[in-house]
């Protein structure tokens, strides 16, 4: 088999950046598509409570799967060090480490996720007249848990090791699997929104077992017995990169999930206005995570061969690129927003005009201000890259307060607008912590 891995330790850093996040944010498209069919064929077929239903449900799911990115995208870090440091025997074994760690992880998240699922519905007074469809979609998908682990698990390694194609493969047909599928449970077997989950892990599945023979057919991280033999230090060398990056997406999605309380206060208008716009806001937001996913392993490979002069010349250019990217998203945005969001609500429903208002009022405020969240994404995997997991939680933290803050106050003052301006605040805070980290980091290393 054709080797697939990528030394990002010699060329120019910005075309290794983009290329790499060129395949990341056509894979990440497709992927945010397994929501986006969810919304349309739910919203168009189920009715607008169903509706109100997934966007009851949008943070508690970040919560959860967030948490997975983030533990394994730490364990990544640490893969990529040691490949940049060409150690490839300890690079196998931190793999082999790792899926001990997941293993865990899933049974924990699993079942923590089943036996509070209903009790956090009703602590962030999700209306009665959607907790049950909101239940039971969540249940499903806390179900597939161990899927998603795996999945991200065997992403996180290949794009440690510069492999952005496989996972660009992988979520490409599982995309459209999960579309068909999705027609086939929602349409044709009329099973609600309980199918369309079911679609969701399902596809996410067939990319996971994708991503797993495909490792095994690359001979740099193909695992061999003697990778599983415990080594001194490993488990907690891991934990301590991977924890705080899933701590850190937890505390994000709580951030959303106090304020989706408030939301959830405001009627069916706001909320359907409200997740329509997520919904696209977080499909244009793919194309950031892509460039934070490249700067990460960039970093990581940099930093393992001591190259820190490499580190500042890529957190410059992209952010170059993270800018143009992020003015094309608000091209798309302004342009196209309000047809988008008509999408998702169609026909017969009373509220759907008022949600489209609202809706594009959120577009409007993100548009102005969307190089902010990707310079966000950049700047936060380079720091993590570099081996410092603990202030990007802090700057977590951070978003947490301005999201919370402009939801309960702000609100009062200048209405429901009010968070939507606490996303803007959200991202201004959180770059000014990871700044000053950044500028202390390359002082240390330099």
Not at 65 to 82: E, L, R, V, W
Not at 121 to 150: A, K, M, Q
Not at 279 to 293: F, M, P, Q, R, V
Request: glycine share 12%; proline share 2%; hydrophobic share 50%.
């Amino acid at each position: 088999m054709k080797e697939i891995t990528k030394d990002m330790t010699v060329g120019k850093p910005g075309k290794l950046i983009f290329d790499f996040a060129l395949s990341l944010m056509l894979g990440n498209v497709f992927q945010q598509l397994y929501t986006f069919a969810d919304t349309v064929i739910v919203g168009r077929y189920l009715g607008v409570n169903a509706l109100a239903a997934l966007g009851a449900t949008e943070r508690l799911i970040y919560m959860m799967f967030g948490c997975i990115q983030g533990i394994t995208q730490g364990f990544s870090i640490g893969i990529s060090q040691k490949f940049g440091s060409r150690e490839y025997g300890d690079m196998r074994s931190r793999i082999a480490c790792s899926c001990y760690l997941s293993f865990f992880a899933a049974l924990f998240l699993t079942l923590t996720g089943l036996l509070l699922c209903y009790p956090v519905l009703r602590i962030l007074n999700t209306p009665g007249d959607i907790i049950f469809l909101s239940e039971e979609y969540l249940r499903i998908l806390y179900l597939g848990v161990p899927v998603s682990v795996l999945y991200n698990l065997m992403a996180a390694v290949l794009r440690a090791v510069g492999d952005g194609r496989t996972p660009l493969k992988a979520v490409t047909i599982a995309s459209l699997v999960n579309i068909g599928l999705d027609i086939l449970f929602v349409v044709v077997f009329k099973s609600g929104i309980g199918g369309a989950a079911l679609a969701t892990v399902l596809a996410q599945l067939l990319s996971a077992l994708y991503c797993l023979l495909v490792m095994a057919r690359v001979e740099v991280i193909r695992l061999h017995r003697a990778d599983f033999q415990r080594r001194a230090g490993q488990a907690r060398t891991l934990l301590a990169l991977g924890m705080p990056m899933g701590f850190q997406n937890i505390i994000t999605g709580l951030g959303g999930v106090l304020v989706q309380r408030v939301i959830n206060g405001f009627g069916v208008t706001f909320l359907v206005g409200f997740t329509a716009a997520r919904k696209l806001y977080g499909l244009l937001e793919t194309a950031a995570t892509s460039y934070g996913y490249a700067a990460a392993a960039y970093t990581g490979q940099n930093m393992g061969a001591g190259l820190t002069g490499r580190i500042r010349r890529g957190l410059r250019e992209a952010g170059i690129l993270g800018c143009i990217t992020a003015y094309g998203m608000s091209f798309v945005m302004v342009v196209f927003g309000k047809a988008i969001l008509g999408s998702f609500v169609t026909g017969g429903v009373a509220a759907a005009g008022g949600a489209i208002v609202v809706g594009y009022h959120f577009l409007l405020i993100l548009a102005v201000f969307f190089p902010l969240l990707y310079f966000l994404y950049i700047i936060r995997s380079c720091v993590q890259g570099m081996g410092d997991t603990f202030w990007p939680v802090v700057s977590s933290m951070a978003q947490l307060v301005m999201r919370v803050v402009c939801a309960v106050w702000l609100t009062r003052i200048i209405g429901e607008s009010g968070v939507f301006w606490g996303e803007i605040f959200a991202w201004i805070g959180a770059i000014f912590i990871l700044a000053v980290t950044y500028r202390r980091l390359i002082k240390r290393y330099t």
